[in-house]
């Protein structure tokens, strides 16, 4: 009756069949994606095409209301514009131009579909034209969807980058070869990764986003992609369409996954292995030694994680070989095969994954196993602590810099901090 | 199309699982996207609360809508029935699946499931979250305490044993949970018997109890209001109204529940209400007049105004809802305060109004507590929509004795805060001030990069010159009453064709405008 998830191979790398069940996916749609976007893009404006619901999901999931009036914004249909009463383009006409009036620095509007524009089948792309003409060259539109019939949570950044790849300029003909890092990453990590590359000798390297929509680099034949995120498969299309080759590595996580990540692109460019290791050394020890001091905390203990962002198999890699801990289950929305090999090659044989969800027989594994950490989403948090299983928001794991060598000790302490404050507490059960 | 960045309320359904989430024993099957999940959040982390909110999402995906969506929802109604073992389901659409339109109730209705399904039509595109709550609330209601077949007089109790229950206190309600013992408590001192409270803590069969009570007790109109009507009409069920928020609000309360009850209305405060005697001590002289800015659900502002004007001294400056369906009641009241109502739920427009009224106080909800960060002035939390910190650790009801008392010290301490700023900023050059700190009364989360010195001169179109002088005076009145005083300075100026202000211009317009 409760089905145990099949579990990760060594020879196959990867799990023969992932266990799929029918049932309530307690995660976010990919509008979500929008609360770290508006922040990284600094002059676009996310519009959601969407109902109450989605303007009331973001401000729910923003956890607090922004100070600021933030570069996001909900334009709400309403029952006259679906009785046909008014014609829909000509309303996201008129309240893109009163935004537009509203906020004179944005440069790029960035129209996002949502579940009810989807279904109504509202065409964002004939809109997204329409209103690049109105408002060019000022301002660019794109559009993309993140609704919740499509995406789950960080799909929505995966679309945005796909929208922004096909608006990359063409690199010239005879470019060098060049890097492009592609998937959001905290202002400060990419600063570090920047600075490894330039050591490196690898350049020109370019993020995707980038910080201002002004500055979109160039792709074309000559461009070698490295995926920060794992959930990048549209955005990763779309760069190869555009010509550009994705280097295949695990994610930048931890020590082993950040050293794996930048050797991929050391061996693209053709670094020799002693410099790599020479440059590498100082991140490396670091990494090593900050973990180290959590590891005591984490070591052998027994750690299941729902599915969320699709970080899990990285994250339980990274918590398996650098941490010691055991893993309950993966649990991943969605599991990009491809991309995530180079994680299931370094994953312990034998490990339960599940893909998608059925939360409450999930639920069941998970009490059933006690595991001594539950990372889950903040809607199954306070009801597992009240069961007794310590818990981790796995939404910190997004919002929070992680990747690198020198927020590998962060990364490993957002895992310690819920078991910690148990053992300082004493309050009795 | 409306734009929006914020919003007070949430989607009609989001009012239904609050009931739901209220009650014990109920279920709600929504048929609806993966997103919309987000929605168990609000309750497991605002409120803290240790269980999942009892809600079953179908979460189709796209390629489920060219198959058969209908045949998940099925699923999801007899798994939730299966798995949780309700007395009773609501099931219903969120606003995707109200476009496909597979008819949930007529699809539970075929399961022929062993429990009562109680279908519910929330419209997504025109409805909200406070009157979702009251349609499901009085669905629940018609369905659990049927319209006797035939309507037979009630029998009158004798004075002295009548009943009655409390309507409306919700799930993610403002302070409802405090508010329900406090009341409770008043009634039990009053000679009243409370029946039954709903929905927070009652199941549906517990609603079958409901014509037992001799009559109703409606905290929170927007939630109990359209149930209470329906009592009446169908039960003969006599309601009282009157939230009991503020001395004079609670007094009213109490005199018309003794009414019904046939009891004597008490004739003196407990000792335990200080709240008059702190509001007559002379230390409260300062608040006398101080402009305060009213916004929230419509029970909330109406009353918050009443205690303003009448229990504290201020004067209202403002007052407003966003609850459309009482904009007839917060009329009435901005009437007798001589301002204009304001019914939107645009915070923008609210921000604007605010903005214009120049107050001294805002009594409003989270959104306007963000406002008042920006512009620098004192704030009080009155009403929903909720944030974590509307639900304290300790007991803080807004109705009935204690709840006075709360008012008083939870609208007047931020105005005190207020007056220390100012006194720490007349020290601002002293060495060991530092100019950058942020205001204690902000929080050190108030983060002060980005704001002017003086936000008034951010939003205001300066229509005068300014000397350096009259500048560096300005700066010596305290800032939350700052941007009023430099509004009278300059019209002042301008009406008399003055091109610049001068110290002598600030304290003529001072004279001038005194009261």
């Not at chain 1, 670091?286 to 729902?306: D, I, K, N, S, T």
């Not at chain 2, 214009?356 to 929903?384: D, F, N, W, Y």
């Not at chain 2, 100012?422 to 204690?440: K, Q, T, V």
């Not at chain 2, 500048?471 to 430099?486: N, Q, S, T, W, Y």
Request: glycine letters at 8%; charged letters at 25%; hydrophobic letters at 45%.
């Amino acid at each position: 009756m409760n089905a145990m998830p099949p579990r990760t191979g060594a020879q196959d790398c990867g799990p023969v069949t992932p266990l799929r069940q029918r049932g309530q996916h307690e995660v976010f749609c990919g509008l979500t994606s929008i609360i770290w976007l508006h922040r990284k893009v600094q002059d676009a404006f996310f519009l959601i095409v969407g109902s109450r619901t989605c303007a009331h999901l973001m401000q729910s999931a923003a956890g607090v209301m922004i100070f600021a009036e933030p570069r996001f914004g909900t334009a709400i249909i309403e029952e006259r514009d679906l009785a046909g009463m008014a014609d829909l383009h000509e309303e996201l006409d008129r309240v893109v131009a009163r935004l537009l009036a509203r906020r004179p620095e944005i440069r790029m509007l960035v129209l996002v579909g949502s579940c009810p524009s989807e279904v109504i089948k509202l065409d964002l792309g004939k809109a997204a034209e329409r209103l690049a003409r109105l408002h060019a060259p000022a301002t660019r539109v794109l559009h993309f969807s993140g609704s919740g019939i499509e995406t789950t949570f960080t799909q929505g950044e995966d679309n945005f980058l796909a929208a922004l790849a096909r608006e990359l300029p063409a690199a010239e003909a005879k470019a060098p070869p060049s890097l492009m890092v592609a998937g959001a990453l905290p202002d400060v990590v990419e600063d570090q990764f920047r600075r490894i590359f330039d050591a490196l000798g690898i350049g020109p390297v370019s993020f995707l986003p980038s910080r201002a929509s002004s500055g979109l680099p160039p792709v074309g034949p000559a461009t070698r992609v490295l995926l920060a995120q794992p959930y990048l498969g549209e955005a990763a299309r779309a760069l190869e369409a555009r010509g550009a080759t994705v280097l295949a590595a695990p994610f930048p996580l931890g020590e082993e996954g950040t050293t794996a990540w930048l050797r991929a692109a050391a061996d693209a460019f053709g670094v020799a292995p002693g410099r790599f290791d020479a440059i590498t050394r100082a991140g490396r020890r670091r990494a090593r030694e900050a973990v180290g001091r959590h590891r005591a905390e984490l070591e052998g203990r027994r750690v299941f994680l729902f599915p969320d962002s699709q970080l899990e198999p990285s994250i339980a890699r990274f918590l398996a070989r650098e941490a010691g801990a055991e893993i309950v289950e993966i649990g991943s929305p969605y599991l990009h095969r491809q991309h995530l090999a180079g994680e299931f090659a370094l994953l312990p044989p034998g490990i339960p994954f599940s893909e998608g969800q059925d939360v409450d027989r999930q639920l069941d594994r998970c009490r059933a196993a006690r595991p001594d950490l539950a990372v889950c989403g903040m809607g199954l948090a306070n009801p597992l602590e009240a069961e007794g299983i310590a818990t981790k928001w796995s939404i910190e794991l997004v919002f929070t810099p992680v990747q690198g060598y020198e927020q590998a000790g962060d990364l490993a302490e957002l895992f310690v901090r819920p078991l910690a404050r148990r053992a300082v507490l004493k309050l009795g059960a | 199309m409306q734009l929006t960045v914020w919003t007070y309320e949430g989607p009609p359904h989001v009012g239904a699982m609050r009931i739901a989430a209220s009650m014990r024993g109920l279920h709600y099957v929504l048929h609806a996207p993966q997103g919309d999940t987000y929605a168990d959040l609000l309750f497991t982390m605002i409120e803290r609360r240790d269980t999942r909110p009892p809600v079953t999402y179908t979460t189709f995906k796209a390629q489920d809508l060219g198959a058969d969506t209908a045949e998940i929802f099925k699923i999801a109604c007899r798994d939730a029935v299966e798995r949780f073992k309700p007395e009773a389901i609501i099931v219903g659409a969120s606003c995707t699946a109200e476009l496909i339109q597979d008819d949930p109730a007529g699809l539970a209705a075929a399961l022929a499931l062993p429990i009562p399904v109680i279908p519910l039509e929330l419209p997504s595109y025109s409805k909200k979250e406070n009157w979702g709550a009251a349609e499901t609330f009085y669905r629940l209601v018609r369905a659990f305490a049927p319209a006797p077949q035939r309507p037979a007089p009630r029998v009158v109790r004798p004075a002295g044993e009548r009943s009655c229950n409390i309507l409306g206190p919700t799930s993610l309600g403002f302070r409802h949970r405090d508010d329900i013992e406090e009341v409770r408590r008043m009634l039990e001192r009053l000679g009243v018997i409370v029946n039954l409270v709903a929905p927070l803590g009652a199941s549906p069969s517990d609603l079958a109890r409901l014509p037992d009570a001799d009559f109703n007790v409606v905290l929170y109109p927007e939630i109990a209001g359209t149930a209470a009507d329906w009592l009446k009409r169908n039960h003969g069920q006599a309601f009282v109204s009157i939230p009991p928020i503020g001395v004079r609000a609670t007094a009213d309360f109490l005199a018309a529940v003794a009414g019904l009850a046939g009891v004597a209305a008490p004739a003196a405060s407990p000792a335990a209400l200080r709240m008059p005697w702190y509001s007559r001590s002379i230390d409260s002289t300062y608040l006398t007049g101080k402009r305060v800015f009213i916004f929230g659900d419509a029970t909330h502002a109406v009353a918050a105004a009443r205690v303003a004007a009448d229990e504290l001294g201020f004067a209202v400056c403002g007052l407003g809802t966003y609850s459309r369906e009482f904009a007839r009641e917060v009329r009435a009241a901005a009437v007798r305060y001589g301002v204009e109502p304001l019914i939107s739920d645009d915070h923008l427009a609210v921000e604007d109004a605010i903005i214009a009224a120049q107050p001294e106080l805002i009594l409003g909800t989270q959104m306007e507590r963000h406002v008042a960060k920006r512009l620098r002035i004192p704030c009080a939390v009155i009403s929903a929509p909720v944030h974590v910190q509307d639900f304290p650790a300790r007991y803080s009801p807004q109705m009935g004795h204690e709840g006075a008392n709360v008012l008083f010290d939870s609208w007047v301490h931020p105005l005190m805060m207020g007056l220390e700023e100012h006194l720490l900023g007349m020290f601002r050059d002293d060495f060991e001030f530092n100019d950058g700190a942020a205001p204690s009364h902000l929080g050190h989360a108030a983060a002060p990069v980005a704001e002017a010195e003086d936000p008034t001169l951010v939003v205001l179109a300066r229509p005068v010159a300014w000397t350096g002088e009259a500048e560096k005076e300005l700066r010596k009145i305290p800032f939350f009453v700052r941007g009023k005083a430099r509004k009278n300075t300059e019209r002042f100026a301008v009406e008399r064709g003055l091109q610049t202000i001068t110290i002598e211009t600030l304290y003529d317009a001072k004279a001038h405008y005194s009261r």
